[in-house]
């Protein structure tokens, strides 16, 4: 096996991504959501003053993502948008767009 194909098979921390919105006391917040490989795909971590939320693994980076600020709705946050900022050492956060999320009704 070449060296970039295990690379690709590592488990571990594969890209942060950027999280801003406003938290449940009505503040506007900025976080890290850390994206790791599992062995059955992606899981996203973000970790705010006293609370960490972890998601479970998704086949998709995008839908770990997704399903960690879901995860954040019913915590109260609200107004939220994530974007790439870094995959593997490589800094991207300038090129990408930024995904917002509809708040639930």
């Known amino acids: 096996m070449s060296s970039l194909s295990s690379l690709f098979k590592k488990e571990g921390l594969v890209e942060k991504h950027q999280i801003e919105g406003v ?7 900025n976080r890290a959501i850390l994206v790791n490989r599992t062995p ?6 973000v970790m705010y003053e006293a609370l960490t939320v972890e998601g479970q693994s998704y086949p998709t980076v995008a839908s770990a993502v997704r399903e960690l600020v879901a995860k954040l709705h019913p915590l ?3 107004k939220m948008r ?14 990408e767009t930024w995904i917002d999320y509809q708040d639930p009704a």
């Open 23 to 29: 938290d449940p006391s009505d503040r506007y917040f």
């Open 76 to 78: 109260g946050f609200s």
């Open 40 to 45: 059955s795909g992606y899981s996203a971590k």
């Open 82 to 95: 994530t974007r790439l900022n870094f995959r593997g050492t490589k800094y991207l956060a300038e090129k």
